[in-house]
Every structure is written in structure tokens, then in C-alpha cells.
């Protein structure tokens, strides 16, 4: 059969966007390399166990189900509103998890590839692609384990210093949550911004000596994430090394790097001798994430502590005691773009329009979020070869939000993978703190009616 779009990879991402074309009547390929033979390539990622398509390779949870709190629960609600296959084959795959949405997950991907094979017209090929097509529409959703060859031909198609292989995640904290009472914006050296003039481009959180040396003790006793056996060779870049690697490396080794305080005068400890301030003994930076002002991240701090102990350590820095986290520290394996720089809004590559990207090598991150991208990427190609003006979903929407953060709204600079979460929405400051998560899935829920009635079925 020929096609009219070749989907490369059967996870998540690339069985929902087969979906979303195929239900359209368009011709598809799909290309897994899982259950291919030998000389098809055949082959596992070291996190895959089976051949089926669309396998949940750790945990069995998409996580919140809660569409009236929760911005993952309202992604859900989105992908539901738009026919996904993914929670389609989700509600029959459920087992019970009180308000998480939790499946079985052989019957999960039994669904997702019963439900696809049902398809007259779209193909499921078990074989490996090593090269990116150069003709031809294509959706490449190959996850954050795409096989060696074909890494390297995207690492050749978009430079390979925007194609990363593993992520170094710093906390990331809701800027609502920060108490600028204890906290001060400046940057080092009162240097002026590069975005024009202004020098208070940085959250400054300072320490005492005391202070400091409670929070390198934590760093250190604190319990770490171990690293999968087929991690355990994971390089720590300069400028990635996890805070407590660097921590173990000297007392002072933090205090000259992330958490240097050299050229931040402390307006707290401001004296007519000292009118702008003193340096503190070492400070906690944070710098904003997004466009929109509301995620900042904490610099350099990336880290393998565990979860947990991440939010308990962190909320010792003065001014982060009520921080709430958007998303807190990591590093793994995890091949994925630099799609602010790269990709268009459409999620197409800039340079080589006719390939469009994908699930979690996009940059976003989770089994819902990646799902939720290979949707938009059916929808988007869809609409391309109906010759239809594609409608991008409100960015007051969970949809539209996480796709303008990974198009364009995040800062290519610092880019990381993200989960969806209301940081990405546009703000309501007139709300009350308290009732501001049912506000925002209220006004995507408003939003994202019209947006739908618009998509053709
Ligand atoms: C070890 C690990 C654990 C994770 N745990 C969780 C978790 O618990 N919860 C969560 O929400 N998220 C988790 N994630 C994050 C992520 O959301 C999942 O990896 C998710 O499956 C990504 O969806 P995807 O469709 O982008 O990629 P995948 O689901 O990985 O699908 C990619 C597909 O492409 C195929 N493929 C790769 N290269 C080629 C090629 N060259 N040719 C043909 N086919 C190819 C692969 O075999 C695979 O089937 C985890 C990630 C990893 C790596």
C-alpha cells in the first residue's frame, strides 16, 4: 500500500497520531521496530519489554484523573474530547487506583494495537528506520530511546548540539509560591539584561554560613535515585553535574558555583556604609523558565535526590519554605529536541518541513503528555493534506499550552522536558490563590468547546 503519511515508531505517540489519521481515511505506515525480524532491524530499547505497540514501560499510571484540579486530569479530558485512542483503550484497560487513571498494561496495548489493526487503511510495518526520509510527510515518534541510527540522522539534520541525550532537570517552582519579602530580584553584578536594560532578571534566595552548611549536610545524607543498569554510563556534562555530586566534591564547591554570591548585594543588609548591601555567605538562583513569567527554575540544580527529599531539602532555602514545585530535578537517558529552536508551530522541522516530530522527543515528558503531542501531530497532518488552515488549540487549554511551551513559549537556552502543569497556562492574578486550579480548567474546559466543534471528525 502506498501512503500518505509514515509514522515512524508505535509508543504512545505515534499509535495515537496513526489514529488520528487513519480514523480520517488517510493511508498510513506505521513503523515499529519492535517484533521486527533480524533483517528488518528488530530490535528492544533496554526500557522495553514486549513487542506491542504503545507498551507503558515503568509505571502502569497516567496519573491524575481529576479534570477539575488537576492539569494532567484536564489533559486527559481534552484527549478524550478529540476521540484518543490512547484513553479510549485506557477506560477499558483500567484497574482500580482511587482518583489516578491506572490500567492494565497488556490489555492497554493489547487495545491501542487491536483497535489500530482494525484500520484498513493504515499498515503496521515491524522494522527499524535509520534515516530520516527526505521526501514524503512523516511523524517521527521515536520517544526518549530512538535507536542509534536514527539519532544519529536527526543529530544531522537539526545540528547535533540540539539534540540531546540525556536530561539534567533543575527544580522547576511556581513563581506564585516564592516569598519575595525574603527573596530579591538583581543579577550579578547589577549586569544589564539582555532582553533590554533591565538588571533584576534573577530570583536571589540568600544563605548564612549556618544556613549553608545545614543544606550541604542534606544534600549529602539525602537518599538518591539509583541510576537503571543501561544508565549507569551517563556523563555528567559540564554545567549538568547533579548539586550533590558537587556538594561531595568540597565544602566550598558550591559556594563557587551555583550557589555563588559574588556580586549580589543583599538590599536586606544594606548600611550607610553599605548602601546597596552586602554579598550573603551563598545564594540560590532562580531564572525564569517560560514566557509568561510563572515558571522559574532553580540554576544548576540539577539533581538525583530522591523526590521527596528534593521538596523537603529545597523548601530549607529562605524564601522557597511554601514552594510548590512544577516539577522537580532529574537526569536519565532521554533523546530529545531542542523544539523551541527547531520546530515550527506546527511541530515541523524548520528545515525539512515534510518531517514533523512527536511524543516525548519533543520535550515534553509522561505517557499523557507524549500521547497528547502524537494527537496534535494526527490532527496537524491531517489538516495538511486536507489543505485545511490548521486552528491551534487556545493556549488557555492544557492541549494548547503544553504545545506552545514546547514550540516557541519556553526558552530554547534551558530547554528541559516538561510534564504538563498550570505553570504553562496563561495567568489569572485576579483569582484567589485557592480557587485558581478549578479557574483555569474552567476557562480551558469553555475554550476547548469551540476548539473542538471546529476540528473536523
Ligand atoms: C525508563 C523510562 C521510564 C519512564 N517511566 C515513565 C512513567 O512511569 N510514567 C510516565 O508518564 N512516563 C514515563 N517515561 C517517560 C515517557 O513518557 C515514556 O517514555 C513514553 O513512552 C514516551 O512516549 P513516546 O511515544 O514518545 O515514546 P515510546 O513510547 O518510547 O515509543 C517510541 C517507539 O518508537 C520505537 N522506535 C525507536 N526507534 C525506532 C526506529 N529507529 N525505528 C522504528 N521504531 C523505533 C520504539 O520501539 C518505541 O516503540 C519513562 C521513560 C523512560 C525512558
Known amino acids: ?38 533483517d528488518k532491524g528488530g530490535e528492544r530499547s533496554p526500557a522495553h519489554q514486549t513487542d506491542g505497540l504503545a507498551e507503558l514501560v515503568c509505571s502502569n499510571s497516567f496519573r491524575s484523573d481529576d479534570s477539575e484540579k488537576n492539569a494532567v486530569g484536564l489533559l486527559h479530558h481534552e484527549m478524550r474530547a478529540c476521540g484518543s485512542l ?31 489493526a482494525a484500520l484498513p487503511n493504515l499498515e503496521i510495518v515491524r522494522e527499524r528506520i535509520d534515516r530520516l526520509p527526505h521526501a514524503g510527510l512523516t511523524v517521527v515518534a521515536t520517544g526518549p530511546l530512538t535507536a542509534q541510527a536514527l539519532a544519529q540522522s536527526i543529530g544531522v539534520a537539526t545540528g547535533a548540539e540540539s539534540l540531546a541525550f540525556f536530561d539534567a532537570i533543575a527544580p522547576i517552582v511556581y513563581r506564585d509560591s516564592i516569598d519575595m519579602d525574603v527573596c530579591w530580584m538583581a543579577s550579578r553584578w547589577d549586569k544589564p539584561s539582555k532582553m533590554g536594560g533591565d538588571t533584576n532578571d534573577y530570583i536571589n534566595c540568600a544563605m548564612t554560613r549556618e544556613q549553608y552548611t545545614a543544606f550541604r549536610e542534606g544534600l549529602l545524607a539525602g537518599e538518591k535515585t539509583v541510576f537503571r543498569e543501561w544508565e549507569a554510563n551517563t556523563p555528567y556534562f559540564d554545567g549538568c553535574m547533579p548539586i550533590e555530586v558537587m556538594a561531595e566534591r568540597g565544602e566550598d564547591t558550591l559556594r563557587f558555583g551555583p550557589m555563588k554570591p559574588v556580586g549580589l548585594d543583599d538590599p536586606r543588609s544594606a548600611t550607610p556604609d553599605f548602601p546597596k548591601g552586602r554579598w550573603p555567605y551563598a545564594v540560590v538562583q532562580l531564572r525564569q523558565d517560560n514566557k509568561l513569567g510563572t515558571l522559574w527554575n532553580m540554576v544548576g540544580f540539577q539533581t538525583k535526590l530522591k523526590h521527596a527529599e528534593q521538596v523537603r531539602l529545597f523548601r530549607t532555602i529562605p524564601g522557597l519554605e511554601q514552594a510548590e514545585f512544577a516539577r522537580l530535578g532529574g537526569l536519565h537517558r532521554n533523546t530529545f529536541l531542542n523544539s523551541p529552536q527547531l520546530l515550527d508551530r506546527q511541530l515541523r522541522l524548520k528545515r525539512a518541513p515534510h518531517i514533523r516530530f512527536a511524543g516525548q522527543i519533543t520535550g515534553c515528558e509522561g505517557y499523557v503528555e507524549s500521547a497528547a503531542v502524537g494527537l496534535l501531530a494526527g490532527l496537524m497532518t491531517a489538516a495538511e493534506i486536507a489543505g485545511r488552515n490548521w486552528r ?26 516538561m510534564n504538563v502543569n498550570f505553570g504553562l497556562f496563561p495567568p489569572l492574578p485576579d483569582v484567589k490563590k485557592k480557587q485558581r486550579k478549578e479557574a483555569y480548567t474552567a476557562r480551558a474546559k469553555a475554550d476547548l468547546g469551540e476548539w473542538v466543534g471546529l476540528v473536523p471528525v
Open 1 to 38: 500500500m502506498t501512503h500518505d503519511v509514515h509514522i515512524i515508531g508505535g509508543g504512545l505517540a505515534g499509535s495515537e497520531a496513526a489514529w488520528q489519521l487513519a480514523r480520517r481515511g488517510l493511508r498510513v505506515r506505521l513503523s515499529e521496530m519492535r517484533g521486527a525480524s533480524a
Open 86 to 116: 490512547v484513553m479510549a483503550a485506557a477506560a477499558k484497560a483500567q484497574v482500580p487506583a482511587g482518583s489516578a487513571l491506572a490500567v492494565d498494561r497488556d490489555v492497554f496495548s493489547a487495545e491501542v494495537e487491536a483497535a489500530l
Open 392 to 417: 491551534t488549540p487556545p493556549r488557555t487549554t492544557a492541549l494548547g499550552a503544553l504545545l506552545s511551551h514546547i514550540t516557541g513559549d519556553a526558552e530554547a537556552e534551558t530547554f528541559q522536558p
